[in-house]
């Protein structure tokens, strides 16, 4: 008897809440996406963010605030990487790069990762920028 491996789906609302136009339900995001955005929530949640799970969380938002300098890059690839392998088992990180705007106070921050059930890499990118 041969029994069929069963990848495992991942699934999570769409944090916007939008609804689905013909259904009315809640959109749903799936797999692929919804690792971008859970891994994207967990870099832009600063520790001491959520109440009762202080360390939760990624700092590289205080990263727009110091001077620009060489270690930077190193200083956010080991923070993104803690996280992960600390708060998201369901994903490995494959490279993190960042590059830093200083007249606009923005950072620019590029995670490739993949699932652990899968070999296609993921690409996510965001631009963190301070508010005035």
Known sequence: MASAIKTPVFKD???NMKM???????IIRKNDESLK???????????GERPFRPFLGCDIRQNLFELI????????????RNAVQTYDERIEIL?????ADPDNNSLQVNVVFRPINGQTP???????EALR
Do not use: E, R
Not at 69 to 80: E, K, R
């Open 37 to 47: 955005q859970a891994l994207k929530c967990l870099l832009l949640t600063d520790k």
């Open 13 to 15: 609302f769409d944090l």
């Open 69 to 80: 300098h060489p270690a930077l890059d190193g200083l956010i690839n080991f923070d993104i």
């Open 20 to 26: 689905h136009p013909t259904t009315g339900k809640l």
């Open 95 to 99: 490279s993190v790069s960042s590059s």
């Open 122 to 128: 993921i690409n996510l990118n965001f631009t963190l």
